[in-house]
Each structure stands twice: as structure tokens, then as C-alpha cells.
């Protein structure tokens, strides 16, 4: 039991290309999110997803788009890095079971430097 | 609006000495909220929640926090603090449909 898994760990990019963060639970969780982390800022939503088929937008999702096809996956694309998504990103799940309800499973982050 | 607010960002103590990290929250209605730890290059890991019933919770690690609903706070407290509790500690609150709103965060340093 793996829980949350995110790919890759570590990325640079250049300004302008584009990439795809990966994160996959194995909890069968209905709900899965994306954060990004900055430092004094917290953890701030980007998009999350209610179940397989659905996204949803969070509070920072300008310049990110996300798909969730398969329950289990929600994967985090950036189609034109900016400097300014230099961040470190986490995904998320939790449940819909009333002993879980709100509590959410982390990955270990993602570090991404755009240059 | 709905947020919660951390008001140090950093708590020094000394091995052994209790330790309270502050939080404090605005909502409309009931609160649901949570403390969570992120140890270094580590992602959130969840440490205590109160939905409801007694204010004061217990969670992992020996943690506990007190609910106070007249102050609007719920800090989190041990009794007696190890080096290994050096992390940075998050609260949050549900905030709409299975959203959390994070606090920006306190770092705890503990001493030997």
C-alpha cells in the first residue's frame, strides 16, 4: 500500500515548456487535489477533483489544467511554464468515508524550478 | 471569508518544556479543523481533526489540541516537547465541499 505517489520529484524547466505531474493513490479515495507550496504562503488549492471525469477549480488555477480519467490518477499539466510556478506541488486524497471525512493523504511533493 | 491564521511563524522550546502552536479561525458556522506536520522534504502528514463532541483532541505523536469556540482558536499543544518534533506545523480548516484552507504555516524548533 503505497497511498499517495507523485512523479517525478525533482524537474527544472526552461520558460515556456510545458510538463505534467503525475499522482496516483491507491486508496480507491473519490477525491484527489493539487497544491502548490510557497514559502510564508502556505499550502494553496490549485484544482481538485470530485471523482473520476470531474476537476474543479481552487483558489490559484491560472496557468494549470488538470484530468482526472482514471479514479485512481490526477494529473497536473502546465502547458507554458512562467518563472512564477516555481514551486514545490503536493497532491492530495481523502475519502467520503464518514470516519475519514476531511482527512486528506499527502504525497511527497514535487520541486519545480522554472528558469 | 473562511481562514485560519497562524500567528508565529516560528515557536522555539526547549526539550522537554510544553509547547503550544497558536491557531486561530474564522468561519461561519461549525468548524471542522485539523493540524497537519511536514517534516523536512516530506509531504503533509495528518495529526488530530475536531469535528465535534469534546474540546480538547488527541491525536499522534503524543499531540493534543483544545478547541476554544468563545476565542476562536484551536492551538496545538504537548506536554512535553522532543528534538524530534522539529517540523512545520499547519492548521486548516474545511472550507467548503472537502476543501481545506491551510494556514501559513509554524515552524517548531526544539532544543536539546
Given amino acids: 500500500n503505497a497511498g499517495v505517489t507523485q512523479t517525478p520529484k525533482f524537474r527544472v524547466l526552461k520558460t515556456g515548456q510545458s510538463m505534467t505531474l503525475l499522482c496516483a493513490q491507491d486508496m480507491n479515495h473519490e477525491y484527489m487535489y493539487w497544491y502548490r507550496q510557497d514559502p510564508g504562503m502556505g499550502l494553496r488549492l490549485i484544482h481538485y477533483s470530485v471523482g473520476e471525469g470531474t476537476t474543479a477549480k481552487g483558489e490559484v488555477p491560472d496557468g494549470y489544467n488538470v484530468s482526472r480519467l482514471k479514479k485512481q490518477n490526477f494529473l497536473l499539466g502546465l502547458e507554458s511554464a512562467a518563472p512564477s510556478q516555481t514551486s514545490v506541488y503536493f497532491c492530495a486524497s481523502s475519502s467520503s468515508t464518514s470516519g475519514d471525512l476531511y482527512e486528506q493523504y499527502f504525497g511527497p511533493g514535487t520541486r519545480l524550478t522554472v528558469t | ?112
Fill in chain 2, 1 to 112: 471569508a473562511q481562514s485560519v491564521a497562524q500567528p508565529e511563524d516560528q515557536v522555539n522550546v526547549a526539550e522537554g518544556n510544553p509547547l503550544t502552536v497558536k491557531c486561530t479561525y474564522s468561519v461561519s458556522g461549525n468548524p471542522y479543523l485539523f493540524w497537519y506536520v511536514q517534516y523536512p522534504n516530506r509531504g503533509l502528514q495528518f495529526l488530530l481533526k475536531y469535528i465535534t463532541g469534546d474540546n480538547l483532541v488527541k491525536g499522534s505523536y503524543g499531540f493534543e489540541a483544545e478547541f476554544n469556540k468563545s476565542q476562536t482558536s484551536f492551538h496545538l499543544k504537548k506536554p512535553s516537547a522532543l528534538v524530534s518534533d522539529s517540523a512545520l506545523y499547519f492548521c486548516a480548516l474545511v472550507a467548503g465541499f472537502q476543501k481545506l484552507v491551510f494556514g501559513t504555516g509554524t515552524r517548531l524548533l526544539v532544543s536539546p
